[in-house]
């Protein structure tokens, strides 16, 4: 019984070993960025209508914080991003906003509970929306849903930063 399993165990990896298949290589051509040179201007972050209302709206900073944090690691990523409140049609527009929080969510065999907030940032020009992403971002680390939803919020505005220094 033991001989026959080597045997066929050598077999096969002979045979897979000694294929004679090419297997073809596919190269995907990456569309070409159209690069913006001009200054990024970030309206003003807000919450999606689909977030429900809680407490962390009112009570946590999550908006500010998301806020300075893509302004503090735009400069780390040479990105060029001013904040405004009124933006001309011709002038290139970053618009975040949280499409989902959820402050508390307990996991299986979990001490604590854990946050997750998603986000959504368009590069959009006279209306007209040039890329888009999205990201989940959870956090267990600290105990108050304040403080895992500013720690998620700094880190949801480094990578918009960094998405953003593929454009700039």
């Not at 907030?117 to 020009?125: D, F």
Request: proline share 2%; with cysteine; charged share 25%.
């Amino acid at each position: 019984m033991f001989n026959r399993i080597i045997i066929i165990l050598l077999i096969s990896s002979f045979t897979s070993a000694c294929s004679n298949k090419t297997h073809p290589k596919v190269v995907v051509n990456e569309k070409e960025n159209n690069k913006i040179t001009q200054t990024l201007y970030l309206s003003d972050v807000t919450f999606a209508k689909e977030v429900k209302d809680g407490k962390f709206k009112t009570d946590c900073k999550m908006l500010p914080v998301l806020e300075e944090s893509i302004l503090d690691s735009a400069q780390t990523h040479s990105v060029k991003i001013a904040s405004s409140d009124t933006i001309a049609i011709d002038q290139y527009e970053l618009d975040v906003e949280y499409i989902n929080v959820v402050p508390h969510r307990w996991t299986f065999m979990a001490l604590r509970p854990s946050s997750n907030a998603t986000i959504k940032a368009s590069i959009l020009k006279g209306g007209v929306t040039l890329h888009t992403t999205t990201k989940l971002i959870g956090s267990g680390v600290a105990f108050g849903a304040c403080d895992r939803l500013e720690k998620i919020s700094i880190a949801e505005g480094r990578y918009i930063s960094k998405w953003l220094s593929k454009y700039i």
